[in-house]
C-alpha cells in the first residue's frame, strides 16, 4: 500500500534560519511526490513536485525539496525561513488508478521573528 | 478569475438534513475530486471524476453521491447528515496528459458543521 509519513507534528524555527520539513513515502513503482501548504482557513496551494529528472526541485516562495531514492525521502527546505512561512504543510504522493493523491498527516510550521 | 471554486464556503445544519456542495474550476482540467479534511487536519480522497466518468469512489458512505454534470464542474450531495459528517470539504482538479498527472488545483474549502 503506497503512504506519506511526516515524522513531525510540529517544527519550530527562527526568522532567518533555514528550515526542513520532513517527509518519508513509500510507493509500488516510480514516486510522484508532492508538496502543499495550507495557511488559516484557505485551501491547499501547490507548492512543488517530484516527476522525475533532478533529485532538488525548486518551487514556489523559494522552497525546494530534495527526492533521496535510498532513504524514500523527499524533505521540503528553505534557506532562510519567514515569518509569512508559518502554516501547515502536505506532503502527498500520487497513487496508482485515478491519479488520487495520498497524504502525510501534516506539519505545523511556526516561525518566530 | 479564481481558479476553482467551491459554494458554499459555510454550511451549518442539523442532522438528518440533505445539502449539497457545489465545485466549478475555469481552469480547462479534465479531472476532478473532492477530499475531506477531518478536525486534525487529515485529507482523504472521497470520489474522482475524469470527463464526467467516476474513476475513483473510495469507502464512503453511500448517503455521499457526487455528480458531475460537465468537465467544468462536480457537486457533492450528501443526505441524511450525521455528526461525523463534520469536516472541511476540498474540491480540486488537474489535467491529465496521457496518463501523466499534473499537480492539483484546490478550491478554498466548505466547512460543513453538523448540530
Known amino acids: 500500500a503506497q503512504s506519506v509519513a511526516q515524522p513531525e507534528d510540529q517544527v519550530n524555527v527562527a526568522e532567518g534560519n533555514p528550515l526542513t520539513v520532513k517527509c518519508t513515502y513509500s510507493?509500488?513503482?516510480?514516486?510522484?511526490l508532492f508538496w502543499y501548504v495550507q495557511y488559516p482557513n484557505r485551501g491547499l496551494q501547490f507548492l512543488l513536485k517530484?516527476?522525475?529528472?533532478?533529485?532538488l526541485v525548486k518551487g514556489s516562495y523559494g522552497f525546494e525539496a530534495e527526492f533521496n531514492k535510498s532513504q524514500t525521502s523527499f524533505h521540503l527546505k528553505k534557506p532562510s525561513a519567514l515569518v509569512s512561512d508559518s502554516a501547515l504543510y502536505f506532503c502527498a504522493v500520487r497513487a496508482a488508478g485515478g491519479g488520487k493523491l495520498i497524504f502525510g498527516q501534516g506539519t505545523e510550521l511556526s516561525v518566530k521573528p | 478569475d479564481t481558479a476553482v471554486s467551491q459554494t458554499p464556503k459555510y454550511l451549518v445544519t442539523q442532522m438528518g438534513n440533505d445539502k449539497s456542495i457545489k465545485c466549478e474550476q475555469n481552469l480547462g482540467h479534465d479531472t476532478m475530486y473532492w477530499y475531506k479534511q477531518d478536525s486534525k487536519k487529515f485529507l482523504k480522497i472521497m470520489f474522482s471524476y475524469n470527463n464526467k466518468e467516476l474513476i475513483i469512489n473510495e469507502t464512503v458512505p453511500n448517503r455521499f453521491s457526487p455528480k458531475s454534470p460537465d468537465k467544468a464542474h462536480l457537486n457533492l450531495h450528501i443526505n441524511s447528515l450525521e455528526l461525523g459528517d463534520s469536516a472541511v470539504y476540498f474540491c480540486?482538479?488537474?489535467?491529465?496528459?496521457?496518463?501523466?498527472?499534473?499537480?492539483?488545483?484546490f478550491g478554498p474549502g466548505t466547512r460543513l458543521t453538523v448540530l
Open positions: 517530484y516527476i522525475t529528472g533532478d533529485n
Open positions: 480540486a482538479s488537474t489535467r491529465i496528459y496521457g496518463g501523466t498527472y499534473n499537480e492539483q488545483f
Open positions: 510507493v509500488s513503482g516510480n514516486p510522484y
